[in-house]
């Protein structure tokens, strides 16, 4: 069965940091480009960031451009966002996913940003 599971979540202050993991299982991680996506409240998906499935080409949107890291570790079978200079609009509910749709996405993990 094919499964991404999101963590890391919580409450940070503006200006803090979080680190988002994404565990994968089911697929052949390796070989796959993945992404994180954002949901905030009353809004649609956000596509945010993409990794190609070496690692080695990462892309942002504009606004976390410079804030956010996203990583992998294929012999771990696991993404990574690492959020940095978080602001009130980053909160939202953080997703992986195969594409920017937010195909096989999990259940999500939660980022408040709030003082």
């Known amino acids: 069965e094919v499964q991404l599971v999101e963590s890391g979540g919580g409450l940070v202050q503006p200006g803090g940091s979080l680190r988002l993991s994404c565990a994968a299982s089911?697929?052949?991680?390796?070989?796959?480009?993945m992404y994180w996506l954002r949901q905030a409240p009353g809004k649609g998906l956000e596509w945010i960031s993409h990794?190609?499935?070496?690692?080695?080409?990462?892309y942002y949107t504009d606004s976390v451009k410079g804030r956010f890291t996203i990583s992998r570790d294929n012999a771990k079978n696991t993404l990574y966002l690492q959020l940095n200079s978080a602001k009130t609009e980053d909160t939202a509910m953080y997703y992986c996913s195969f594409d920017q749709a937010g195909m096989g996405r999990g259940q999500g993990t939660q980022v408040t940003v709030s003082s």
């Open positions: 089911g697929f052949t991680f390796k070989a796959f480009r």
């Open positions: 990794i190609n499935s070496a690692g080695d080409a990462t």
